[in-house]
């Protein structure tokens, strides 16, 4: 697929909120503050202390207000609002938290020590991001254990129940999941467009970018030659996924390099798909113990194999699995008799009601978005080990 996209300006950037209101008459501040908000793919409306609050959007409707130090002893008395941040460059500290604490300032910034937070704070505020994205990643235990069949699925339950979801294709080595989706074929960028990608990459940006396919977004791979992502290229791409929140499912390697420890460095949780047998599970427990290095939250989907689809019985059962992997047990996943039809007929993974793909994906989002949401209304973290006891039902 053609194109490339290595900046963090966005497609119609100044078709969005609109940047952020300056208030400073120090002209090198200026400067700075300019640069930093073209760093962050924004145009500016810069006002005069005595005029922030009469022109243009003004004070009480830009997106986030940036106030020299020069200009906030004229803005003290100024009506609160979320969003106002106050910069200098080199003065007296106690003198800036005094100004920061009557104008009700969210942070004091000195440059130029601050600048790479601003340009992300500029970028969030004129993007309008929320809470990030629940972030799963799955990975194989073992070859052909059926971890881009669950991938899809999980992504194709989150996009029909839930909203927004973006699937990440991070083995080059997988085929490409837009194959698996039956969307080769669409139009939109591929993870080589992304090889050369530094920094921060707008999270607008990348959605309308990639092929949407069964409602939702899709980072998969051309049919060229492997390319391999440089890690500062997967975390950029990653960061930008989760930023605008809904859910982002990652298919992984069951190799640990940088760029996948990139990715597993901003996954909530890692469901590790293991079929039942002793050779799956020996295989399961090195891909295991590298994944865990990098990843803590993570969790064991036993997937039932063809006998059992016949009325025949596993080498081992889920419990046994997980005992032996010395991790939780996510849930087990029968086996589905119909999917290569259905994947023939170009019906994804997790589309048929009657599905175990289908059931899993929905028992797992039912848990796991109301949890993370209600994590991210109170500051936590990563999905805790125990907020899943008894896993994810049958």
Do not use: Y
């Amino acid at each position: 697929m053609a194109g490339r996209m290595t900046s963090d300006q966005p497609p119609g950037a100044g078709e969005g909120p609109g940047g952020p209101l300056i208030v400073t008459e120090d002209d090198d501040l200026l400067d700075d503050l300019l640069r930093l908000c073209a760093a962050a793919g924004t145009t500016p409306e810069v006002a005069r202390g005595g005029t922030a609050r009469s022109r243009g959007r003004g004070w009480t409707s830009a997106p986030l207000v940036i106030i020299g130090d020069d200009c906030a002893p004229r803005l003290c008395g100024a009506g609160r609002r979320d969003g106002v941040v106050l910069v200098a460059r080199g003065a007296d500290e106690r003198h800036l938290w005094q100004l920061a604490v009557a104008l009700g300032a969210e942070r004091v910034l000195v440059l130029p020590g601050g600048e790479s937070w601003l340009v992300d704070r500029i970028a969030d505020a004129v993007e309008g991001v929320g809470p990030a994205a629940v972030t799963v990643g799955v990975i194989g235990g073992s070859g052909g254990a059926g971890a881009s069949t669950l991938a899809c699925a999980l992504a194709v339950t989150a996009a029909r129940d839930h909203g927004r979801t973006i699937l990440i294709d991070a083995d080059p080595l997988g085929g490409g999941l837009d194959v698996l989706l039956g969307g080769e074929k669409e139009e939109g960028l591929r993870w080589p467009a992304f090889a050369e990608s530094r920094g921060r990459v707008g999270g607008g940006a990348l959605e309308e970018s990639l092929p949407r396919l069964h409602s939702l977004r899709v980072l998969s791979w051309d049919r060229g030659e492997a390319v391999a992502i440089p890690p500062q290229a997967m975390r950029a791409v990653l960061a930008a996924a989760r930023r605008r929140g809904g859910a982002v499912v990652v298919d992984l390697p069951r190799r640990l390099d940088e760029a996948v420890a990139e990715a597993l460095a901003q996954v909530d949780v890692g469901l590790l798909v293991v079929p039942a047998g002793l050779r799956a599970v020996a295989a399961a427990r090195r891909v295991a113990a590298g994944v865990r290095t990098v990843l803590p939250d993570l969790r064991v989907v036993a997937r039932d194999g063809p006998e059992t689809g016949a009325g025949g019985a596993t080498e081992l059962n889920p419990e046994e699995i997980a005992r032996l992997l010395d991790l939780p047990l996510a849930g087990e996943l029968g086996w589905e008799c119909g999917l290569p039809a259905d994947l023939a007929r170009g019906v994804p993974p997790g589309a048929d009601a009657r599905g175990p793909l289908r059931h899993f994906g929905t028992a797992f989002w039912e848990r796991v978005l109301p949890r993370e949401a209600a994590r991210v209304q109170q500051g936590a973290g990563r999905v805790g080990p125990g907020e899943w006891a008894g896993g994810v039902p049958k």
